[in-house]
């Protein structure tokens, strides 16, 4: 698998503005990257997830996605370096936490003990440290026995599943104090794995793997992965309306501002790209056998379903903060140097044989 030089130079432009930023403007430079690497964290993740899964259930989309998704898991610890620096940005982020106590809403003061920054720090740590052993379990199941492997399996998926939990209180949901959401580490979890589906297609595209048998006679691989992409967009739909359904319907004030925030310029424009790119239009595309049948209208549709992945977690995440012009710039910027990273950590992966090792074990 070859990547051309254009994600170096993305990266190297991205890197120049980010460095501008720090220098000018840190506190919107570390806004704008807290955006840009959760992001691009969430891929590593969710191809973790569905390696998991794979071992627990099986499937012959798994044997031939493990390669890819293998490399795009490996990428954790890089992404996870990458994000390191705002454990120093966290008075920059949470500004709420230097105020008077006294002049703070009632739910946001019984969260300030918590939200100390001292504790998110050790929090962040444990949680990196937890999602570091579930890859470690994932570089291990291989050469193990199916009765570990699907132990280690069930093992990941809970680590990363309350690590995830901790992660989104501490660093998504604590931007705006006084939102609250039961499901919202769901929401997120659903989004990660839907988005490493997507690059796991585009992964898949490029080595040609896509017309290779699935798992139903004469349908290719890529008619099983469009149907995953299908129940992907539906439980993604399902969890983003319940949440706002249920805000609605009881009628709660903090919870409705966190929405109102989202319907500011310019964020709808996230919105539309999320909904459209997403969910409407990759679901209908994805309803035709012909689309899922030819490698690559699917992968065209996967690709759109990146699109839809980033606008997704702009719109959920960057809104918690002012938008003017500088911080919009400098998202363009973290974006750029973190996604031209992530693409180039993927190759190393790739071609420093963890691939290679994964489809000599493939059962």
Known sequence: MTWSRLPLGIAALGVIGCAIGLVLAPGEMARAWLVATTTLMGLPLGA?????????TGGRWGAAARPALTAMAMTLPAMLLLFLP????????????ATSPDTLPERVVGKLAYLAPGWIVLRTLVVFALWLVSTLLLRLMPWRTRITEK??????LALYALALTV????????????FSSTIYAMMVAGTQILGALAAGVVMLRVTGQLASPGGEPEAPLGDDLGRLLISGILGFVYLAYMQWL??????LPPEAAWYLARDAWP?????????????????LALLLGSVRRDPKRLAAVAT?????????AIWRVAPAFAANGTYLLLLAAAFAATGGLFVMTIDRQWRHG???????HVR
């Open 48 to 56: 973790m997830v569905l390696l998991m899964l794979f071992v627990l």
């Open 86 to 97: 705002l454990l120093g940005a966290i008075p920059a982020l949470l500004p709420f936490l």
């Open 151 to 156: 132990t280690g399996a069930v093992l990941g």
């Open 167 to 178: 992660f989104t209180t501490d660093w998504m949901q604590a931007l705006e104090p006084e």
């Open 246 to 251: 249920i805000i609605w319907i009881g009628d």
């Open 267 to 283: 964020w709808p424009v996230a919105f539309w790209l999320m909904a459209l790119a997403y969910a409407v239009v990759p679901f």
């Open 304 to 312: 759109v379903m990146l699109a839809g992945y980033a606008a997704e």
């Open 354 to 360: 963890f691939v290679g090792a994964e489809a000599r």
